[in-house]
């Protein structure tokens, strides 16, 4: 599994989510400035966006992501269900903002 950097999602001064203000390119320079949020699978815990790019490798399946793991099927399902449940309060949470 690669290592990804965590993306800090909450403000350190009054706890609010935050959004992605801009982009710069490191070759050229230019820069992109907005107001975008960040897509569902960003605002998840590094392993769990490593877990769901792991599935998506195993080409969905759930066998294939145990026997990677060294883990149960019902504990890969179970982490799986977990996943999704996090990705439906986001979700959730965004339609209500």
């Not at 609010?16 to 699978?41: F, S």
């Not at 066998?63 to 179970?78: D, H, I, Q």
């Not at 982490?79 to 339609?95: G, K, S, Y």
Request: with cysteine; charged share 25%.
């Amino acid at each position: 599994m690669a290592k990804l950097q965590n993306l800090p999602k909450v403000c350190p001064s009054c706890g609010e989510r935050l959004c992605v203000c801009g982009l710069r390119c490191t070759e050229c320079g230019t820069r992109i400035e907005g107001l975008y949020g960040l897509p569902v699978t960003m605002q998840l815990p590094a392993d769990d966006q490593l877990f769901i790019l792991d599935f998506v490798k195993s080409s969905g399946s759930l066998k294939e992501m145990a026997r990677k793991l060294g883990l149960s099927y019902p504990t890969v399902r179970n982490r799986l269900d977990d996943i999704i449940a996090q990705i439906q309060t986001i979700e959730n949470n965004e339609t209500n903002h």
